[in-house]
């Protein structure tokens, strides 16, 4: 037993009596011995999710209290860190919670349920969350494309405490940020580039940086603090654009800051006509890849906006690329990038190699947790 915790349609001799969805089964080999027990979903082609391998352990309200404490036990260090009020509790399957995510922006839990196995078990998951982590609220936001996969309508709702009024101050290695928790991407923030836009900006002293994907401006408010001479944000969304503003000037930078409303595909395409030129450029799209009918097109579109980005760097100039799709591996990216530098002609060095940050952990029997890849380019 290797313990992947998917069981796909096609793996399932039978099911008898069929399941109703959401409800714990228990799977059994071809002779009939007991392997694992999991949560049906009937209508995903992922049908059964596998929350234990142990036969005496029943899916119940015990099972996630303990998951739940074992996860905000991992998670102690950063929890007491003050200088970082917004991180990841449980990462699903890789925290033995499979289709839950939370995350905690200064006491305010946003969960997020994606399978109907987590859904029908929402009320245990949230009393084993205010008993581990006594927050001010929980809300739940799972409106997660994935949810139609299960045939689970989105929800945004408080289930526990009391709402915030309004958008919620954290603090990301010590820095200010604006987070609207029910208005906002995903369960607020981008939490997973948390150590990159670190290591990024160790990189921006004396540069002139060019953020592209800005959303709330997290790379540039590091590159700001770590020296960057002046500053360019694009994102196609005016709201983000304000937010990042926002947070910019909470953090009391100085750095010229210029930001660009507007599609970073054209406006790259601009800057190229227009010759400017930039010594860092960071790349941190969107995900392109929802099925994997889609890898072939989002190919092209991260090779197209990273040789850009390569026609834009000086000489010696830095890269930092990312994806955050998940079927697109690290192996694929590195083609793709190495495919854009051999179109712009220029050498480019590999200096670093990032994924996502801590708090979103990869169980070893479940690789396909690894979903963000980046990597920091010298392109001479
Ligand atoms: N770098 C950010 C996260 C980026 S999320 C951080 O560190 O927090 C992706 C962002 O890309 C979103 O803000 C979205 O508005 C923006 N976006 C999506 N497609 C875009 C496009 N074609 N051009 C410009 N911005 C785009």
């Known amino acids: ?91 699903s399957e890789s925290d033995g919670l499979p289709g839950v995510i939370a995350d905690s922006y200064n006491g305010y839990v946003v969960l997020q349920l994606s399978t109907v196995g987590a859904a029908l078990r929402a009320q245990a998951i949230v009393e084993a969350l205010a008993a581990a982590v006594a927050p001010h609220a929980i809300y739940e936001r799972s409106d997660a494309d994935v949810r139609a996969k299960e045939g689970l309508e989105p929800v945004d709702r408080l289930l526990w405490g009391m709402a915030a009024e309004g958008p919620i101050e954290v603090l990301e290695n010590g820095r200010r940020y604006t987070v609207d928790l029910l208005g906002g991407h995903k369960t607020g923030a981008y939490l997973d580039q948390r150590i990159n836009r670190r290591r990024v900006a160790a990189y921006c002293q004396g540069a002139e940086v060019l953020s592209c994907f800005s959303y709330t401006g997290g790379f ?69 890849v929802h099925n994997r009918s889609q890898i072939d097109r989002a190919s092209r579109g991260y090779k197209d906006i990273n040789l850009l980005a ?50 979103h952990p990869v169980l070893l029997t479940f690789p396909e947790a690894e979903y963000l890849k980046g990597l920091i380019c010298r392109v001479t």
């Open 1 to 91: 037993m290797q313990r992947h915790p998917w069981i796909f349609e096609g793996a399932i001799a039978q099911a008898t009596p069929l399941p109703p969805d959401g409800a714990a089964v228990d799977i059994l080999s071809s002779q009939g011995t007991w392997l694992a027990r999991g949560t049906w979903s009937g209508k995903s082609q992922i049908r059964v999710r596998l929350w234990t391998w142990n036969e005496a352990q029943p899916i119940d309200g015990t099972l996630i209290a303990e998951r739940v404490a074992t996860a905000v036990a991992g998670r102690k260090r950063l929890i007491a860190d003050p200088g970082t009020t917004a991180y990841r509790l449980i990462f």
């Open 220 to 288: 540039e408010l590091e590159a700001a603090v770590a020296g960057a001479r002046q500053i360019t944000a694009i994102d196609s969304s005016a709201e983000a654009l304000a937010m990042a503003f926002e947070n910019i000037r909470r953090n009391d930078i100085t750095t010229p800051y210029e930001q660009i409303e507007g599609n970073v595909f054209s406006e790259l395409r601009r800057f190229r006509a227009e010759g400017r030129t930039f010594d860092v450029i960071v790349l941190d799209p969107p995900k392109f």
């Open 310 to 359: 390569m026609q834009l760097l000086r000489p010696g100039g830095l890269l930092a690329t990312f994806s955050c799709s998940g079927l697109v591996s690290i192996d694929l990216f590195q083609k793709i990038v190495f495919g854009a530098a051999v179109d712009a002609k220029r050498d480019v060095q590999i200096l670093e190699r990032l994924m996502q940050a801590p708090d």
